[in-house]
């Protein structure tokens, strides 16, 4: 399959393991923010989104952290499996432009 | 139900040449975006049609041009190809716009430029 992404930061990570993903944004104005998931061969896969005024959302095995202060969201991922390596994107929407913004993203590569 | 399908998968073309990519949303979305993925990069927006009408445009070249139909699917037009233009271009649907209603992405077509 296609290769997403050559030159992107990569998380190794241990079966069984927790991982870690972050992201930097860059506008305080946007209204949510989603995790996109993508496998090589295959575009991305919505995993999880958070609102701007929350600051922690949980979802099955992954959770979301937001903190506006410093414009940083977290990805969680819990007893990371070998079906979670992938690229991992973060993407603010701002409502009044109707419009995704990616950020850069970040391959996880899950030893068994 | 089937998900957001793209058509075609890979595509070849050289320099100055012109290419159309097809999108089909998921049954009972209304508004369908592109995006340009290139080898290392998120996906950069292009465009966004809701009910047949534009309603977002990326920072892309005139070079670059949309549809939808009545049945809401997508034809993504490149004219005047540049090497630059090689990337994997991606559909996504959704029930509303883009702004409130949760994106589901298409596999892509790889457009290589020669």
């Known amino acids: 399959g296609e290769s997403v992404g050559l030159h992107l930061p990569t998380l190794s990570v241990q079966e069984g393991d927790n991982s870690i993903i972050n992201c930097a944004y860059s506008?305080?104005?946007?209204?949510?923010f989603i995790w996109y998931k993508q496998e090589s061969g295959k575009g991305p896969q919505f995993i999880i989104d958070?609102?701007?005024?929350?600051d922690k959302r949980q979802g099955q095995r992954v959770t979301v952290l937001l903190n506006k202060t410093v414009k940083h969201l977290s990805l969680q991922i819990a007893a990371t499996q070998p079906g979670d390596s992938a690229v991992y994107f973060c993407?603010?929407?701002?409502?009044?432009?109707?419009?995704?913004?990616f950020g850069g993203g970040t391959r996880v590569l899950v030893k068994p | 139900d089937a998900g957001v399908t793209q058509s075609p998968t890979h595509l070849i073309k050289t320099r100055g040449q012109q290419v159309t990519l097809r999108c089909s949303p998921i049954s009972g979305h209304k508004s369908v975006s592109w995006y340009q993925q290139v080898l290392g990069q998120g996906p950069q927006f292009i465009f966004q049609y809701y009910e047949k009408e534009e309603r977002g445009r990326g920072n892309f070249p005139d070079r670059f041009s949309a549809r939808q139909f009545p049945n809401y699917s997508s034809e993504l037009n490149v004219n005047a190809l540049l090497l630059g233009d090689s990337a994997l271009y991606l559909c996504a649907s959704s029930k509303g716009l883009a702004g409130v209603a949760t994106q589901y992405f298409g596999p892509g077509t790889r457009l290589t430029v020669l």
């Open positions: 506008n305080s104005a946007s209204d949510y």
């Open positions: 958070i609102r701007s005024n929350m």
């Open positions: 993407a603010e929407i701002l409502v009044a432009g109707n419009k995704l913004t």
